[in-house]
């Protein structure tokens, strides 16, 4: 049953609340502050009709909070606070009154209303206005749009119908389900920085895979990005036991068992990486969720790679190049921003580089330090990113031995991360000066690339002082500047 008295703590202490009903404006709040206090949460956003006057409103709770909104750009004139503890979304009254507002949204559980003048009523329950019948909606936990109308009003509620079924731990009701997959193809009508919010909402739920695979079965993953429609039935080769797309999805179900318990990662790093890939680095995304993003695109440049060689085997030479083109515009239509673009297509482009190392011999320091070197801030994620690809891949010419190279070498490279400044973050012995004045060389990239050598000399343990490093740069000049 609903928890109407942990709505009630929740009113009497949330002190944006206490603010704003002080102010005597006609106001309803709605949404889902009213429907995870009812599921027993703690709601960090607010939302907010104002009947009469919206500007004067708005302008009313600005200077009683201290602080600026601006416009969502949405369609329903959304002004938005940013607080402290999450955000406040004031909109106008649509319609002739509270429950013809109400009627408007997008599904039965967020369609549920208290208006302002009875927040202190001891009835709470009995105040409450559920035109929808919201409230029984959510006791059986099921997400049930109010009209169909409603979704294509804003399509971009087709793509959070699944993220609140994750969000929540829901189930779609089966109408409603019909609903969205009928019109998955309207998502695109949405603007792509409000699918790009809506998507990290999901991918940074713990059970996101569910969802994934949840728009997939209707449609409106493809709808989304037509580009991975090709990896759907794409066999693979003996080391993978799913075809491409179901690979990719398994993958980001495997990214989730390890973010979970820190599977596979070993004790004297697993608390750090997890807390790393916790972390919110452009709101709502964090790391943990551009990896799941990047594992969904990964091998999308496989189909148009494949090539059946002379002795019967299918390779994708070249597909972590491909893929990243094709990836490029995906990200542009999302509205990306520059950082995060480019940590995704880096880790598109690079996600082979700890397979690599685990068929090298030995994992020097070298190449660690070219690793860091080549993935710099996004380190940490391209190895959960791999760990998770690996646990993925459990064809027949994937055995255990497989999966438990790929743990050492991750391991490896995350302990020299956290505990290996000098490895990965080498300080140079000679600045680039330095190096002109030794060698008689004038600026350019052949210093760079002294540079480049004299570093790696370094985390080698060839060269470990400034003398070693002056003699180093003249030979490695004189012998032709080798590339790096």
């Known amino acids: 049953m609903p928890d109407v008295a942990n709505l009630s703590r929740v009113l009497r202490h949330h002190p944006v609340i206490a603010e704003i009903s002080g102010l005597g404006l006609d106001a309803l709040l709605v949404g889902g502050f009213i429907r995870d206090a009812l599921l027993g949460r703690t709601p960090t956003d607010i939302d907010i009709v104002l009947s009469g006057d919206y500007d004067s409103g708005v302008s009313a709770i600005a200077e009683a909070l ?12 959304t002004r938005r606070f940013t607080l402290f503890h999450g955000t406040l979304d004031i909109t106008p009254l649509e319609g002739s009154g509270w429950e013809e507002d109400l009627l408007r949204r997008d599904f039965t559980v967020n369609a549920i209303g208290l208006p302002f003048g009875r927040l202190g009523d001891k009835d709470i329950a009995g105040a409450l206005i559920d035109p929808a019948d919201g409230l029984s909606d959510l006791a059986q936990h099921r997400i049930v749009a109010v009209a169909e109308n409603n979704l294509l009003a804003d399509p971009l509620r087709i793509l959070r119908a699944y993220r609140f079924a994750v969000q929540l731990g829901f189930e779609i009701e089966e109408v409603t389900a019909s609903l969205l997959g009928l019109h998955a193809d309207a998502v695109n009508q949405a603007a792509g920085e409000r699918i790009r919010e809506e998507l990290f909402l999901m991918l940074r739920q713990p059970r996101a895979h569910a969802g994934l695979a949840a728009l997939d079965k209707a449609g409106v993953l493809t709808a989304l990005f037509p580009e991975i429609e090709p990896m759907r039935h794409f066999r693979q080769n003996d080391f993978h036991h799913l075809p491409v797309l179901a690979h990719s999805l398994e993958a980001i179900r495997e990214l989730e068992h390890i973010l979970s318990a820190g599977e596979g990662l070993a004790d004297d790093v697993r608390d750090t990486v997890l807390a790393e890939m916790r972390e919110v680095v452009s709101p709502p995304a964090t790391r943990a969720s551009l990896v799941k993003l990047a594992l969904l695109f990964h091998d999308v440049g496989k189909p148009q790679t494949a090539q059946v060689q002379e002795n019967g085997k299918l390779t994708f030479y070249g597909h972590q190049q491909a893929g990243r083109e094709i990836a490029e515009p995906i990200l542009e239509r999302l509205r990306l921003s520059n950082w995060e673009r480019n940590v995704l297509l880096l880790l598109i482009e690079e996600h082979l580089r700890v ?3 685990c068929n090298e011999p030995q994992l020097t320091n070298k190449l660690i330090y070219r690793f860091h070197r080549k993935l710099g801030d996004a380190a940490t994620m391209s190895c959960i990113h791999a760990l998770a690809d690996a646990r993925a891949t459990r064809g027949p010419d994937a055995g255990e031995e497989f999966l438990a190279k790929h743990e050492e070498v991750v391991n490896a490279i995350l302990w020299h991360h956290y505990f290996s400044e000098e490895t ?19 600026e350019g990239p052949d210093i760079g690339r002294l540079k480049e050598a004299l570093l790696e000399a370094q985390v080698e343990g060839t060269v470990q002082d400034v003398d070693e490093a002056d003699a180093f740069v003249r030979q490695y000049a004189a012998e032709g500047l080798g590339k790096v």
Request: hydrophobic share 40%; no cysteine.
């Open 66 to 77: 201290g602080e600026d909104a601006f416009a969502l750009g949405d369609r329903f004139q």
């Open 355 to 357: 397979g690599f190392y």
């Open 424 to 442: 990965v973050e080498p300080i140079p012995l000679l600045t680039g000066d330095q190096i002109m004045e030794v060698t008689g060389l004038p």
